[in-house]
């Protein structure tokens, strides 16, 4: 079974620039996660997706981070305009069941550095 | 509010030399305690789940175990390849999943 997909691994930006990040969850996974990971931290949440809508955005920045999940599939997040203090791994994970406490499968991650 | 706290933030260890990770808690009705694993570069990788005080689980050489206020993760024997961030996380009692992690603990074990 092929694991969460995530591109580009890595991308480094100047400070008030655009980026995009792309998620392709587990297939037949409903809850996608978007995660942010500061060096020397644990992840923290971003926003959650059950299917198409949104479940828990309540940390997600949202003067400048959106996110959609298209067709309940495939997830972008969006950082327009970027701070320093975005530079972090963005993670995406996807949760297959529908107990909350079902494994959440987690993919490679998106370095990001803004300069 | 709900909070995890992961002790040591680094081990090293001598191949063969067994030690424990702590993850202390406080959160509003625990409904799930996790352990990952995290190699450099790589996105958390899932180790276990714990659900209720006095529950254990094991695969190889790490084994699980949870009370009240805290889990421990406990490395018998550990060889290099375990070398890696271990990261404790709780689920609490919103029905949303999500997951509140620690700062991890990093390990380091030497041939």
């Known amino acids: 079974e092929a694991g969460v997909a995530q591109s580009p691994r890595y991308k480094i930006i100047e400070k008030r620039q655009s980026v995009a990040f792309w998620c392709n969850p587990i297939?037949?996974?409903?809850?996608l996660y978007w995660y942010q990971q500061i060096l020397g931290q644990g992840p923290k949440l971003l926003i959650q997706?059950?299917?198409?809508?949104?479940?828990?955005d309540s940390q997600l920045p949202k003067d400048r981070f959106s996110a959609e999940r298209l067709k309940g599939v495939d997830s972008t997040l969006k950082i327009q305009p970027a701070k320093l203090e975005d530079s972090a791994v963005y993670l995406c994970?996807?949760?297959?069941?529908?107990?909350?406490?079902?494994?959440?499968?987690f993919g490679p991650g998106t370095r990001l550095t803004v300069l | 509010e709900d909070q995890v706290t992961q002790s040591p933030e680094a081990l090293r260890l001598q191949e063969g030399e067994s030690s424990s990770l702590n993850c202390s808690y406080t959160?509003?009705?625990?409904?799930?305690l996790f352990w990952y694993r995290q190699d450099p570069g790589k996105g958390p990788e899932f180790l276990f789940t714990?659900?209720?005080a006095g529950e254990e689980k094991e695969k190889e050489r790490l084994k699980a175990t949870l009370t009240k206020k805290e889990s421990f993760l406990h490395i018998t024997a550990p060889k290099p390849e375990d070398s890696a961030t271990y990261l404790c996380?709780?689920?609490?009692?919103?029905?949303?999943?999500?997951?509140?992690f620690g700062q991890g603990t990093t390990l380091q074990v030497k041939p």
């Open positions: 994970a996807s949760r297959k069941g529908d107990r909350v406490t079902d494994t959440q499968y």
């Open positions: 297939s037949g996974h409903a809850t």
């Open positions: 997706f059950q299917n198409n809508g949104v479940v828990d």
């Open positions: 959160v509003s009705g625990l409904r799930g």
């Open positions: 714990l659900y209720s």
């Open positions: 996380a709780v689920q609490a009692g919103s029905n949303t999943g999500k997951l509140i």
